[in-house]
């Protein structure tokens, strides 16, 4: 069975610029939920998605927003790009969404703002 | 809020010996423990997690991990340790209620040599 796939795999932009990228949960699974991971430290929790409803948001200005296909893909989107925004964006799905349940994550997109 | 704290950057340990990753967290409510690894250029995995019930938890490849409550700590253990397991290592924690965040450490990098 596929895992969670990611695209694309790398990708580079400039400051200012917008960016989507794209995450396609394990089949079955309908929750979907991005993080951020700055070279050199753990990932950092942007959203939550269950049933194309947000479940929650992590402290990331407005400039970060996502949604929720009714297939349970997921898009993560990040307006007016900054130097920081530079890392390795992490897609996990879970079955149902609950806390007990484990999250499986993708192989992520690094991203590198110029 | 929570926050947990990885208390080695770095461990470097020799093939076959025991290793001990220390982890200690903060939180005003009760929450759930994890233990990730994330190979290079690779998504995180999950190795084992802590939900309730017995302290010491047991995960794949051979490692377990023991909750302390009154020391608020989640150590992972590994009795031999194989090259194989030269990888950054996350412990992370989940609200037992909101939405589906994990929270987690900076990471320890495990470094085996022969």
């Known amino acids: 069975d596929a895992g969670v796939t990611q695209s694309p795999t790398h990708l580079i932009k400039t400051r200012g610029q917008h960016v989507t990228l794209r995450c396609s949960p394990i089949s079955g699974h309908k929750s979907v939920s991005w993080y951020q991971q700055v070279l050199g430290q753990g990932p950092q929790f942007i959203f939550q998605y269950y049933e194309k409803e947000e479940r929650g948001r992590g402290n990331f200005p407005d400039r970060f927003s996502a949604r929720q296909f009714p297939n349970y893909s997921s898009e993560l989107n990040v307006n007016a790009l900054l130097l920081g925004d530079s890392a390795l964006y992490l897609c996990?799905?879970?079955?149902?969404?609950?806390?007990?349940?484990?999250?499986?994550f993708g192989p992520g997109t690094r991203l590198l703002v110029l | 809020a929570q926050s947990v704290t990885q208390l080695d950057s770095q461990v470097p340990v020799f093939e076959e010996a025991p290793v001990e990753l220390r982890c200690n967290y903060s939180s005003s409510v009760s929450v759930y423990l994890f233990w990730y690894v994330q190979y290079p250029n690779q998504g995180l995995q999950l190795l084992l997690k802590?939900?309730?019930?017995?302290?010491l938890v047991k995960g794949i490849n051979g490692f377990e991990a023991e909750f302390n409550k009154s020391q608020t700590s989640f150590h992972l253990r590994k009795p031999s340790v194989h090259i194989s397991d030269t990888a950054e290592y996350f412990c992370a924690v989940s609200e037992i209620q909101g939405a589906q965040k994990l929270v987690f450490g900076q990471g320890t990098r495990l470094t085996i040599n022969p």
């Open positions: 996990a799905s879970s079955s149902g969404g609950a806390r007990t349940e484990t999250q499986y």
């Open positions: 802590y939900l309730s019930g017995s302290t």
